[in-house]
């Protein structure tokens, strides 16, 4: 019998981040600190509106790009957010998440070969989607003494005849990195100077700290140059909802609304319905969250240099990456030691890229109560690993 599998499927690693949280179901007592999802619930208004239109058969396919309603509140919120106008009609699509987004985009805009730059460590689907999309992954390396962002000298040296996309993943996961204006306008210049685009994932927008989120659309000759992804999972706690969008050109719109049109045929009615309601009317429990988040950030941060444990400080989505280098073990035998003998599960930085090796992500999208005993553990473990070591 002929082999029935794609050999470029069959050549994509899985995703390192879920192996880990197979174990810890099974584990009586474990505690996880990996999986990049908020504890919170949906905010209620979101749910009753949510329940409102099931109770009023509003089930029925929207049209592809998306109700018209939500995609005039998309364009509302992204002008008084991000300082950026779009055309609901032309420039915006809904996606499944904002993951869809991401993919659509990349094979819209990809001829076979055409390079495409990944600054790791970053989420795991850029890699995959640029492989499955034709394209050929170059990724950038990003280092924690710049803060683990990205800088014009390392954009530059990255950047082939062949490079066609930047993947811009700012704020970061894992790292919890941002890009501030300032680091982003030497980027800009020069993405126009090799004429190339940018797919800005911009799902934490809603989550930084101490800095507002900056979009490098907003900034001058870059929205025709960009692909702006977003969504509702992490800033409106609804990951389940399964519910983003992409905005940009109307050119490159159009053949990311063909790609979904056929695959997908339109994001679910019901969530869409539920945004609306989201984006409207929601601003003051969206900050609710991120103060939340602020305080268990600043928790993790305080106890970290207490502990002695390197980690600088991240202002952005819900993850924090220290630094484990001084105990002489790979990402993935710290995590699984730590996960065997104080049963909390830790996502080792080489999820995310090779160049995560020496660091974890730990989220701190738990209870502080969950935060509190997990990191009573971790010094507990640390401290052993340090007696060890002295011996």
Known sequence: MRNPLSKLVTGIEPSGIRKFFDVVNEMEGAISLGVGEPDFDTPWRIREEGIYTLEK???????????????????????????????????????????????????????????????????????????????VPVVIPLQEKNQFRLTAEELEEAITDKTKVLVLPFPNNPT????????????????????????????YSELTYGEKHVSIASLPGMKERTILINGFSKG??????????????AVIIEQMLKIHQYAIMCAPTNSQYAAIEGLRNCDDEVEEMRQAYNQRRRFLVHEFKRMGLQCFEPFGAFYIFPSIQEFGMTS??????????????????TAFGKCGEGFLRISYAYSLEDLKIALERLERFITKLREQKGK
């Open 236 to 249: 409106f706690a609804m990951t389940g909802w399964r519910l983003g969008y992409a905005c940009g050109p």
């Open 176 to 203: 919890g990195a941002i890009m501030t204006k300032e680091d982003l306008e030497p980027i800009a210049k020069l993405v126009e100077k090799y004429d190339l685009y940018v797919i800005s994932d911009e799902i």
């Open 332 to 349: 993935e035998e710290f995590a699984n030691a730590f996960l065997q003998e104080e049963k909390v599960a830790v996502v080792p930085g």
């Open 57 to 135: 058969g509003k089930t029925f396919y929207t049209s592809n790009a998306g109700l018209k309603e939500l995609k005039e509140e998309i364009c509302k919120y992204l002008e008084r957010k991000a300082d950026v106008s779009y055309d609901y009609v032309h420039e915006v699509v809904v996606t499944v998440g904002g993951s869809e987004g991401i993919d659509i985009a990349l094979r819209a805009m990809l001829d076979p070969g055409d390079e495409v730059l990944i600054p790791q460590p970053s989420y795991v689907s850029y890699l995959p989607c640029t492989v499955l999309a034709g394209g």
